[in-house]
Nanobody, 120 residues
Framework: QVQLAESGGGLVQAGGSLGLSCTAS????????MGWYRQAPEKQRELVAT???????NYADSVKGRFTISRDNAKNTVTLQMNSLKPEDTAVYYC??????????????WGQGTQVTVSS
């Protein structure tokens, strides 16, 4: 089993910044992709940003230029720095990771989610 623990959510004014962090733990051999998704009330969960083991990242068009994703492979941690936040960024943000466990099994895991609220 691989577990993901998220932190950094909260309430911020429009134009402000927040940083999210997610750490994977468990019997991990290799993590391939880590990333962040979000879900607003009564809406579908959508991709925010992902980063692969080689450091290649991709972003939703709505956050390009404002958000930055990074990872620390030694710590099994992914972060999302969110700047110039807008009210439409308000959502529950979920961490995601996939890879191979130490028992040579593939895994894909989701965090429990952390609330980000941006006031206008």
């Amino acid at each position: 089993q691989v577990q993901l623990a998220e932190s950094g959510g909260g309430l911020v004014q429009a134009g402000g910044s927040l940083g999210l962090s997610c750490t994977a733990s468990g019997r991990i051999f290799r993590i391939n992709v880590m990333g962040w998704y979000r879900q607003a009330p009564e809406k579908q969960r959508e991709l925010v940003a992902t980063i692969d083991s080689g450091g290649s990242s991709n972003y939703a068009d709505s956050v390009k230029g404002r958000f930055t994703i990074s990872r620390d492979n030694a710590k099994n941690t992914v972060t999302l720095q969110m700047n110039s936040l807008k009210p439409e960024d308000t959502a529950v943000y979920y961490c995601y990771a996939d890879g191979i466990s130490r028992s040579w099994e593939r895994f894909s895991s989701w965090g429990q989610g952390t609330q980000v609220t941006v006031s206008s």
